[in-house]
């Protein structure tokens, strides 16, 4: 059933994605007049199909459900190319470069227009995520030389501002990838604000592909350790702990919060630790004597109390479409400096995934809940529109290239280069599947 949910999921993630993708291709090329004669969901040998409008536009589904495409009047191949003279104006090749530029455009602004409008909904809705409040910091940590201090807010990053964890990581990892300055804006825990900056030299020093925020020293402000579950025959129920205990002291050093008890226990090993906690307003001594899981940390089996603060970030339409469109930008942005230090060398091309990934964060967005699994199809709307307009062959930024030269040079590209272009991308994007479909399987086994 895991799986058949899974797979569930990304059809209906990516599917609509690719329908609406070629919807834009579609909806602008009868803008423009031209002719179109098939709109295919799906790849290869059509399965299904019907005949609708004055056009008799064939409507399919094809046999491979990845992709999909419109086919519209093309003198370029016998099968597309116009039976009668009165047709001709409406084929594509006779467009204007600047019609034929809308057209291949349409379908990544499509994706674009997708994804705002979903950041738009949710942040009109409201998204509740973890507050952007820190943890206290390691004392040798970059975060604490840089004079940030624990229990305050972040709310604001190089001015952009903050709401929330998710927020704060995503300003972080921009100024990881730009290799700058981060000016942190902070609230007090006592009132007052102050700044705190993390200079380029430790930015530079950062791993974009792993935890950033841990390599600062920067994490989740936790609340206390108060249990609320003790589970049968576990650890904690031998030594006497109940529901509603706060662990303050663990042999004899303060424990600040949940994340610092469990981390206490993993290291114990097994050995007997001595707690204080605070039952009923009186602080009483326990003795836990932790089990060892498969990997030898200690376990007390006790359930605390949710953790984290969190935060509903919310806006009225205007400024969510506004968030929607400046969300979109930073993200597409994002991508594209990723995939140049890829192609630098800078970062690692496991960083490429395919479908067997993007299904399995399907999966997993789809079960958290609906607000969860939306932004995750916001954000691979964003890489099909990114995605689409790189500058190969066979894609639709291939294509762009083509009509950008032709507005340059004022003629349209030869056919020979069209056509060893074209056999190019066909291989390129082959051998990215490739790849993409083996990092899937390393991280997959």
């Given at each position: ?34 002719k ?6 799906g ?16 409507w ?11 086919k ?30 809308a ?21 009109m ?18 975060a ?46 006592g ?5 705190a ?14 935890d ?15 249990i ?9 129920e ?30 114990s ?16 001594p ?9 990997n ?23 400024d ?10 930073e ?31 399907a ?7 609906l607000?969860?699994?939306?932004q ?19 894609l ?12 340059l040079?004022?003629?349209p ?33």
């Amino acid at each position: 059933m895991g799986l058949i949910y899974t797979v569930l999921a990304f059809v209906l993630a990516l599917g609509p994605l690719i329908v609406l993708h070629e919807l834009g291709h579609y909806l602008v090329a009868r803008m423009c007049g031209v002719k179109v004669l098939r709109f295919s969901v799906g790849m290869g040998r059509v399965v299904w199909s019907r005949r609708f409008g004055k056009d008799q536009t064939e409507w399919a589904i094809s046999a491979l459900p990845l992709g999909g495409y419109v086919k519209m009047l093309d003198s370029r191949d016998p099968e597309t190319a116009p039976k009668d003279e009165s047709e001709l104006h409406r084929e594509f090749t006779r467009q204007s470069v600047w019609r034929r530029i809308a057209i291949v455009a349409a379908g990544p602004l499509a994706n674009f227009l997708v994804a705002i409008g979903l950041m738009a909904v949710l942040f009109m809705h409201g998204v509740e995520e973890p507050s952007a409040r820190l943890r206290a910091v390691p004392a040798d940590s970059v975060a604490a030389q840089a004079g940030i201090r624990g229990g305050d807010t972040v709310v604001a990053v190089n001015g952009n501002p903050v709401q929330s964890w998710t927020e704060l990581r995503w300003q972080i990892i921009h100024a990881t990838v730009d290799k700058g300055d981060a000016r942190l804006e902070l609230q007090a825990q006592g009132g007052g604000t102050y700044s705190a900056t993390i200079a380029a030299a430790a930015i530079a020093r950062l791993d974009v592909e792993g935890d950033v925020m841990k390599e600062l020293g920067l994490d989740l402000w936790r609340k206390p350790a108060r249990i609320e579950k003790v589970l049968p025959g576990g650890a904690g129920e031998r030594a006497g702990l109940l529901p509603g205990d706060q662990i303050l002291r663990a042999d004899g050093k303060v424990v600040d919060d949940g994340l610092a008890f469990t981390e206490t226990m993993r290291a114990s090993g097994g050995r007997p630790v001595q707690l204080e906690v605070e039952r009923d307003g009186r602080p009483i001594p326990v003795t836990v004597e932790p089990e060892r899981d498969a990997n030898g940390r200690g376990v007390a089996k006790v359930m605390l109390s949710q953790p984290v603060e969190m935060v509903t970030v919310s806006s009225g339409p205007i400024d969510a479409v506004v968030k929607g469109v400046e969300r979109t930008w930073e993200t597409s942005v994002m991508t594209i400096k990723m995939i140049g230090r890829m192609i630098t060398g800078e970062a690692s091309w496991k960083n490429v995934t395919g479908p067997i990934t993007i299904a399995d964060y399907a999966g997993q967005t789809a079960r958290v809940g609906l607000t969860t699994y939306l932004q995750f199809i916001a954000f691979i709307s964003i890489s099909l529109g990114v995605m689409n307009l790189l500058p190969i062959p066979v894609l639709d930024g291939g294509h762009l290239l083509y009509y950008s030269l032709e507005v340059l040079t004022g003629r349209p590209l030869p056919a020979r280069v069209g056509e060893f272009a074209q056999r190019f991308g066909v291989g390129l994007l082959f051998m990215l599947m490739a790849l993409a479909v083996f990092n899937d399987l390393v991280r997959l086994l």
